[in-house]
């Protein structure tokens, strides 16, 4: 009973935490698309990998975004990629229609698709994205939502 009551509270906390989880469940059905669910072995995958299994889903094999049932922002030549941080919170936590990755991917494979975006689709930012950035970010989010 106090299990039901718990997993009661962990929902309504996070619905309460933003219309991105109500939204959630319709997403899915683009990011299991993907095949995701059949991918062995997922935690070996490396930024390229991760890429095309997840993020392509949305973003289209070449980034270029798409538009239709929702909208999905081009990551090719997308001048706001030029902080790492940002790519790195936008997978970790994901924002609006977005969902977040945090659950699923290890440090280095943030950092890595973080640098494959980066470094890919006419997008030249070469500067370093280490797992241990990624490390210290996925620490600050934690500490900011704990509840
Ligand atoms: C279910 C669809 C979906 C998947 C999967 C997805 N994204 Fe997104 N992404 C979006 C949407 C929608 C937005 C716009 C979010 C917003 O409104 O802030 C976005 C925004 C972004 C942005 C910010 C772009 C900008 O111009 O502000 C980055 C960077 C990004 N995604 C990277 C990724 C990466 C890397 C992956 C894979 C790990 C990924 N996304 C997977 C849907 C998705």
Known sequence: MNARVLIVAALASALLAGPAWLAAPVRAQSSDATGLANTRDFGHAN?????????AGCHMPDGQGARGAGEYPALAANPKLAAAPYVEMMVLSGNGAMPGFAGMLSDRQVAEVTTYVRTHFGNRYDDVVTEQDVKALRASLATASAD
């Open 47 to 55: 930024g390229a990998q991760v890429y095309a299994t997840i993020c």
